[in-house]
């Protein structure tokens, strides 16, 4: 059982609306992340958070905004989005960013996911 | 540019017909690569981390291999139940230190009954 747990699971929004997506994690990791994926493509990478601090932006547009109120939250405020925006958005969680030599790779924990429909 | 490509990209199996899925990777600075598992409408379920050439993990049917190459997720006597989609993706060095994943576009397995 995946130990990242994300709420809303199912969130359909209008194009003037605001939410939130939010996800949870216990497992004492230190870097959290969000991913969204289209139907049949591979998830691609938004955000990475890293002791709380954003580190990673892939150019995302301003209507996704992240936020990391501690070490087991995150939340994605959504805002005037379009409908193309509509997809699976994953949050997802590691022990660290930056691996060391003890630990060569990190492992990346994914939640169930948050389907959006934009409309 | 790291690069990952995974084949076939859908295998259509029968019960007990035990086949592979390969995954070869350009990278420069390989971490580890990892094996997840994805059924529709759910986030991908973590299977495997391989970190260096020559490495081999197994689950239940499934057993993971790596070369400096690619890696294959072999799949043994298949039940329905392993239906999914299996996404590989590699964790390189990165200039920044950071390891994010590259993911391949997954291979559909279905396995009839």
């Known amino acids: 059982d995946t130990e990242v747990t994300q709420t809303p699971k199912h969130l359909v929004m209008g194009m003037t609306n605001k939410k939130s997506l939010k996800c949870e994690q216990h497992?004492?990791?230190?870097?959290m992340y969000w991913y969204k994926q289209k139907a049949k493509k591979p998830p691609e990478l938004m955000f990475v958070?890293?002791?709380?601090?954003?580190?990673i932006n892939e150019s995302v547009p301003s209507r996704f905004s992240p936020e990391c109120p501690n070490s087991s939250l995150l939340n994605l405020h959504l805002h005037a989005l379009q409908p193309e925006d509509s997809a699976l958005y994953l949050c997802?969680?590691?022990?660290?960013?930056?691996?060391?030599?003890?630990?060569?790779?990190?492992?990346?924990?994914f939640g169930e996911g948050s389907w959006l429909t934009v409309v | 540019e790291d690069q990952v490509t995974q084949s076939p990209e859908a295998l259509r199996l029968q019960e007990g017909e035990s086949s592979s899925l390969n995954c070869s990777y350009t990278?420069?600075?390989?971490?580890?690569l990892f094996w997840y598992r994805q059924d529709p409408g759910k986030g991908p379920e973590f299977l495997f981390t391989?970190?260096?050439a020559g490495e081999e993990k197994e689950k239940e049917r499934l057993k993971a291999t790596l070369t400096k190459k690619e890696s294959f997720l072999h799949i043994t006597a298949p039940k329905p139940e392993d239906s999914a989609t299996y996404l590989c993706?590699?964790?390189?060095?990165?200039?920044?230190?950071?390891?994010?994943?590259?993911f391949g576009k997954g291979t559909m397995l279905l396995v009839s009954p």
């Open positions: 497992m004492g990791h230190r870097a």
């Open positions: 958070y890293s002791y709380e601090k954003l580190s």
């Open positions: 993706a590699v964790q390189a060095g990165g200039d920044s230190g950071y390891s994010t994943l590259t």
């Open positions: 391989l970190y260096s």
């Open positions: 990278v420069s600075g390989l971490r580890g």
């Open positions: 997802a969680s590691s022990q660290d960013l930056i691996p060391n030599w003890r630990r060569p790779g990190n492992t990346i924990y």
